[in-house]
């Protein structure tokens, strides 16, 4: 059964995950007001995760949800508020649960995680509202550490009658019953059935004997509880029964039950689980495999090119005709190939209202954050990517955009700020935007700042516009943070963002207001697998140029070439663009008719070539590591004839 | 073939519900349905011979659910599935008086625990031998303090085996019942509720001081253990009475069997007989050993009829058992037993 209960797991992580979603949404909802319907989808969440990682065996995840559910019981029935103590208790509880899914994603059993610190608050929390719910037997507060010896009676004896709480009760016949030996006899026999008695006055001998005046006297060591022993000792013709818990020491009422043998049967558990061979339904794919399959496919078509050339040559129908259903078969299978990579942006977004209420408090700002455009698609690897820089921009909009309340009120608006994350898709490209109503950049700062780093002189400080201010912000090694918090990173600043975002072949772009806000628009292709090139030729050689960096393709007149210091240039439009000629690496070329014009940000410049082969959609291959990192060249394709040509990455060069 | 509607708000849950139930051929599981609402549309659709219904789900929970499920006809045997918390202990309660057949706890640590699966498809059989719900009329009339007492010990797949035992029992019966089920805390009041449909005298919950009366069935409340006391009657009778004891879970498990089986011994001496049904673990073989040696008489269950023979073994083991029967002759031979009993 467990090797087929594996195929839950899948299930039981996708479950989970929209559930934990789901309770955090609805947390963050709860911390605006109160709102009954936000409590009873946590409350539901929480109920479901419970049930779900009981039934999977997962105990120590289930421990957690249980003491969130007993908690999330009270508020429920309206006999508790969440405060913001307590909401953000159950949001580390949120946070643990999501470690304890990803461990169980991984193959684990959550028991890896530890939630002993929140499950020992939640209770605390239920202590103080003195309304603690049995909770079956989870640990007594500071659990015992220190395990039995290993010489101890390993059976399970569990009643050690030194720890017993002790009791002495005064028994008192009623003075006109008939045989008040048999009485006390038989109250003494129900009690010798519940605990141990340890000295009696008169003694069992002398009642026996009859020696009975109607009092009894005894102390017992019994674990049964004072209403068990009182039960136990009346009768018809006990005129009373007295009890108290002897030494003035009160009993544990609730006995705490003996620690429970857990750990060691998990740890027994562990190591089997592990080499157990798993039914998998759902598989978790390295994106790098996935890459892999990719370039199979691509290969694939090209060497459905190279049976098409000979099949020409040789004049086969037939196999003309079947080479055109592998043709199909193939882009059918790129297709598949690209749906699969590609995962909506809520993957990552969703985790970001969170992020902005934790910057937010840690400030002491008050921020409505909102987002839009979650459902677009990206490849997963641009999502891999993205994920880091969106977070940093998305602190840094909150911690250095908005204002502080006090400051905005004098600002005349409204205390609380606004940032809005938005996306969607533009043709080949997916724009995410992220917008804040706070203070904009301060200009005068960053020129200030990048002076004193030694980034720039003075002069050209002084005479840069604000766009050339603003591109200072992306300067390794420059923070505008006056002092370092742990939320707006250490040294790591928007020059980590900008190369990340141009790592996944994107770009960057600032516009700030003064006092307005700013807007920072990241533009991203959504794949990086496939790329649309223009194949050129020059000197004989064909190099791919990526259609996206190109903005226009123009005749050549040597006569118009300005030489300009050491470099060439073309007035074109009116504008000067400096020629980029890569003899270099193809060679001298006398026949250059066409110019290919590139731009990056906002530089644009011209390549010379021979002629324009045609535009392919082709997979861009890294080169080696053998030959490492080449500015200029992202990597190479294989076109469909067999020959491997280098594609031009504008950004670098 | 049993034609079975799964409703719960998990999909998760009900994905396993549902793979468990198919295992078996004689079952089909027809549709499932989300939350209350969805079902009763299924219901009307489908016309399933049973769902299994959980408590916390979203537009309409499963209290709701059964209260318009008294206007429909015919209506589906309904199997709660509940969780283990005080809450959907109390809900599960008023589930059963609201017309629920059966009810379990949703399936716990199902990779480890293969006995899950059996328990649930048994359960959902046993429904159809049950006889439609109809409000209890009991006017067995108490036979006061009992001299003489049945006890009866049951754990896992028990409660099917308890209906068809309990069922059985002469209306006439001169003997108290005490019968200690092992289950988690808080679902004893709902078992007893159920019981009480299906049983000739009336079912309740022990308390502690309750007197053991002839023709009444105590079920042990879960959570403490049940002792019993001995409790001298206005006639000089001796009899028992019910003692709640807080000591901690023995074999694991509170209440347990052992404790209430011994006690008995030691109040009732030979005037009690002992049964033991299904159920995991070592627990009831020392409460048979003692009720034999208090010359009571000790019955276990025949093996074919449990879903699981630990307890009835541990009395083997103990060579504590005086006679092995099938569970349709046992409620015969306790009548026997007990009739024979001097007065």
């Known amino acids: 059964m467990a090797s087929e209960f594996e195929a839950y797991r899948g299930l039981f992580v996708a479950e989970s995950r929209e559930n934990h979603e789901n309770l955090v949404k609805n947390l963050l909802l709860l911390e605006k007001g109160p709102d009954q319907n936000a409590i009873d989808e946590i409350f539901r969440s929480v109920h479901t995760l419970k049930g779900a990682s009981a039934s999977m065996g997962y105990a120590e995840m289930e421990r957690l949800c249980h003491a969130m559910e007993d908690v999330f019981q009270l508020v429920r029935s309206g006999s508790a508020e969440v405060s913001e103590d307590l909401g953000n208790l159950l949001l580390a509880c949120s946070d643990v649960l999501e470690e304890m899914i990803d461990d169980i994603e991984g193959g684990g059993d959550s028991s890896s995680k530890n939630a002993d610190d929140q499950v020992f608050a939640l209770k605390d929390w239920l202590a103080q509202r003195g309304k603690a719910p049995e909770t079956g037997k989870t640990p007594a507060k500071g659990k015992t550490k220190e395990k039995t010896p290993p010489d101890?009676?390993?059976?399970?004896?569990?009643?050690?009658?030194?720890?017993?709480?002790?009791?002495?009760?005064?028994?008192?016949?009623?003075?006109?019953?008939?045989?008040?030996?048999?009485?006390?006899?038989?109250?003494?026999?129900?009690?010798?059935?519940?605990?141990?008695?340890?000295?009696?006055?008169?003694?069992?001998?002398?009642?026996?004997?009859?020696?009975?005046?109607?009092?009894?006297?005894?102390?017992?060591?019994?674990?049964?509880?004072?209403?068990?022993?009182?039960?136990?000792?009346?009768?018809?013709?006990?005129?009373?029964?007295?009890?108290?818990?002897?030494?003035?020491?009160?009993?544990?009422?609730?006995?705490?039950?003996?620690?429970?043998?857990?750990?060691?049967?998990?740890?027994?558990?562990?190591?089997?689980?592990?080499?157990?061979?798993?039914?998998?339904?759902?598989?978790?794919?390295?994106?790098?495999?996935?890459?892999?399959?990719?370039?199979?496919?691509?290969?694939?078509?090209?060497?459905?090119?190279?049976?098409?050339?000979?099949?020409?040559?040789?004049?086969?129908?037939?196999?003309?005709?079947?080479?055109?259903?592998?043709?199909?078969?193939?882009?059918?299978?790129?297709?598949?190939?690209?749906?699969?990579?590609?995962?909506?942006?809520?993957?990552?977004?969703?985790?970001?209202?969170?992020?902005?209420?934790?910057?937010?408090?840690?400030?002491?700002?008050?921020?409505?954050?909102?987002?839009?455009?979650?459902?677009?698609?990206?490849?997963?690897?641009?999502?891999?990517?993205?994920?880091?820089?969106?977070?940093?921009?998305?602190?840094?909009?909150?911690?250095?955009?908005?204002?502080?309340?006090?400051?905005?009120?004098?600002?005349?608006?409204?205390?609380?700020?606004?940032?809005?994350?938005?996306?969607?898709?533009?043709?080949?490209?997916?724009?995410?935007?992220?917008?804040?109503?706070?203070?904009?950049?301060?200009?005068?700062?960053?020129?200030?700042?990048?002076?004193?780093?030694?980034?720039?002189?003075?002069?050209?400080?002084?005479?840069?516009?604000?766009?050339?201010?603003?591109?200072?912000?992306?300067?390794?090694?420059?923070?505008?943070?006056?002092?370092?918090?742990?939320?707006?990173?250490?040294?790591?600043?928007?020059?980590?963002?900008?190369?990340?975002?141009?790592?996944?072949?994107?770009?960057?772009?600032?516009?700030?207001?003064?006092?307005?806000?700013?807007?920072?628009?990241?533009?991203?292709?959504?794949?990086?697998?496939?790329?649309?090139?223009?194949?050129?030729?020059?000197?004989?050689?064909?190099?791919?140029?990526?259609?996206?960096?190109?903005?226009?393709?123009?005749?050549?007149?040597?006569?118009?070439?300005?030489?300009?210091?050491?470099?060439?240039?073309?007035?074109?439009?009116?504008?000067?663009?400096?020629?980029?000629?890569?003899?270099?690496?193809?060679?001298?070329?006398?026949?250059?008719?066409?110019?290919?014009?590139?731009?990056?940000?906002?530089?644009?410049?011209?390549?010379?070539?021979?002629?324009?082969?045609?535009?392919?959609?082709?997979?861009?291959?890294?080169?080696?590591?053998?030959?490492?990192?080449?500015?200029?060249?992202?990597?190479?394709?294989?076109?469909?004839?067999?020959?491997?040509?280098?594609?031009?990455?504008?950004?670098?060069? | 073939m049993v034609k079975v509607l799964t409703v719960d708000d998990s999909v998760f849950m009900r994905t396993v519900i549902r793979d468990i139930l198919s295992k078996d051929p004689s079952i089909e599981v027809v549709g499932t349905a989300s939350n209350g609402l969805e079902a009763l549309e299924k219901i009307q659709e489908l016309k399933p011979d049973v769902m299994t219904l959980d408590i916390e789900m979203p537009k309409m929970n499963g209290l709701e659910v059964l209260k318009e499920l008294k206007k429909i006809r015919p209506r589906p045997k309904v199997l709660m599935v509940s969780s283990l918390t005080s809450k959907d202990a109390e809900a599960t309660t008023e589930a059963i008086s609201l017309g629920a057949d059966d009810f379990m706890l949703k399936p716990k640590d199902i990779p480890h625990v293969r006995e899950i699966g059996d328990e649930l498809i048994g359960k959902v059989k046993h429904l159809m031998t049950l006889p439609s719900f109809e409000a209890p009329h009991k006017s067995v009339e108490s036979g006061g303090a009992a001299d003489r007492v049945v006890l009866i010990g049951s754990s896992a797949g028990g409660p099917p085996m308890l209906d068809t035992l309990l069922a059985a029992l002469p209306p006439t019966l001169p003997a108290g019942v005490v019968v200690t089920q092992h289950m988690p805390t808080g679902f004893t009041a709902a078992l007893a509720a159920r019981f009480n449909r299906i049983a000739p005298f009336p079912v309740k919950e022990t308390d502690n001081g309750d007197i053991v009366e002839a023709r009444r069935i105590l079920l042990s409340k879960a959570g403490v253990h049940t002792v019993i006391s001995g409790v001298i009657g206005p006639g000089g009778g001796k009899s028992g009475r019910i003692v709640h004891s807080n000591a901690p879970p023995m074999h694991g498990v509170r209440p347990a069997v052992d404790k209430t089986f011994e006690s008995a011994a030691h109040v009732y001496g030979k005037r009690c007989v002992s049964v033991i049904l299904s159920g995991m673990g070592n627990d009831a073989g020392e409460g048979a050993h003692a009720i034999r040696d208090a010359g009571g008489v000790s019955i276990i269950c025949d093996e074919k009829d449990c879903l699981v023979y630990g307890m009835a073994r541990s009395a083997i083991n103990k060579e504590a058992v005086d006679k092995v029967l099938p569970l349709n002759k046992i409620a015969q031979e306790i009548e026997r037993v007990v009739l024979q009993m001097e007065g």
């Open chain 1, 152 to 653: 101890a009676p390993a059976g399970e004896k569990e009643i050690p009658v030194g720890g017993m709480p002790e009791y002495t009760m005064v028994i008192t016949v009623s003075p006109e019953c008939a045989m008040k030996d048999v009485r006390a006899m038989l109250a003494i026999g129900n009690l010798e059935a519940l605990g141990t008695i340890r000295s009696m006055t008169p003694s069992k001998e002398q009642v026996d004997e009859g020696n009975f005046e109607g009092v009894l006297n005894l102390t017992i060591a019994s674990d049964a509880g004072e209403d068990a022993l009182k039960t136990a000792a009346q009768g018809t013709e006990i005129a009373s029964v007295e009890i108290q818990p002897a030494h003035g020491e009160a009993p544990e009422e609730k006995s705490p039950a003996a620690p429970a043998p857990r750990k060691p049967a998990d740890a027994d558990r562990k190591p089997g689980t592990a080499d157990k061979s798993r039914e998998i339904k759902n598989l978790r794919v390295d994106i790098s495999q996935l890459d892999h399959i990719m370039n199979l496919v691509e290969d694939l078509v090209i060497n459905r090119g190279r049976l098409k050339q000979i099949a020409e040559q040789h004049k086969i129908k037939e196999m003309d005709e079947a080479i055109g259903m592998v043709e199909r078969s193939v882009s059918e299978l790129q297709n598949l190939m690209m749906l699969i990579r590609m995962i909506p942006l809520n993957h990552i977004f969703n985790r970001l209202p969170r992020v902005v209420r934790d910057v937010a408090q840690y400030d002491g700002k008050e921020v409505e954050f909102v987002m839009e455009g979650g459902e677009t698609e990206l490849d997963r690897s641009v999502m891999d990517g993205l994920n880091d820089p969106l977070l940093h921009l998305i602190r840094n909009a909150v911690n250095h955009g908005i204002e502080a309340p006090d400051v905005r009120e004098k600002a005349g608006k409204p205390r609380k700020g606004f940032v809005k994350l938005s996306a969607h898709r533009d043709r080949d490209n997916v724009i995410i935007e992220l917008i804040d109503d706070g203070a904009g950049i301060n200009v005068e700062k960053v020129k200030r700042k990048a002076v004193e780093k030694g980034l720039v002189t003075q002069e050209a400080a002084d005479t840069c516009s604000i766009d050339q201010a603003i591109d200072l912000l992306f300067q390794p090694g420059f923070s505008t943070a006056d002092k370092i918090t742990d939320i707006s990173g250490r040294g790591v600043g928007l020059d980590v963002v900008k190369r990340s975002i141009e790592s996944l072949k994107g770009t960057i772009r600032v516009e700030t207001t003064p006092g307005k806000g700013s807007r920072f628009e990241l533009l991203l292709p959504p794949t990086m697998a496939i790329v649309d090139i223009m194949i050129v030729r020059i000197n004989g050689r064909r190099l791919g140029i990526p259609i996206s960096s190109i903005v226009e393709v123009a005749n050549y007149q040597r006569e118009g070439t300005h030489t300009i210091g050491k470099g060439e240039a073309v007035l074109l439009r009116d504008e000067v663009l400096q020629l980029l000629w890569l003899t270099e690496m193809v060679g001298a070329s006398d026949v250059c008719e066409i110019l290919i014009v590139v731009q990056y940000q906002k530089r644009k410049c011209c390549i010379p070539v021979d002629l324009v082969e045609g535009k392919q959609e082709v997979v861009v291959k890294p080169l080696s590591s053998f030959i490492g990192n080449t500015r200029g060249v992202s990597g190479v394709t294989i076109l469909g004839d067999g020959e491997v040509i280098p594609v031009l990455d504008v950004n670098t060069m």
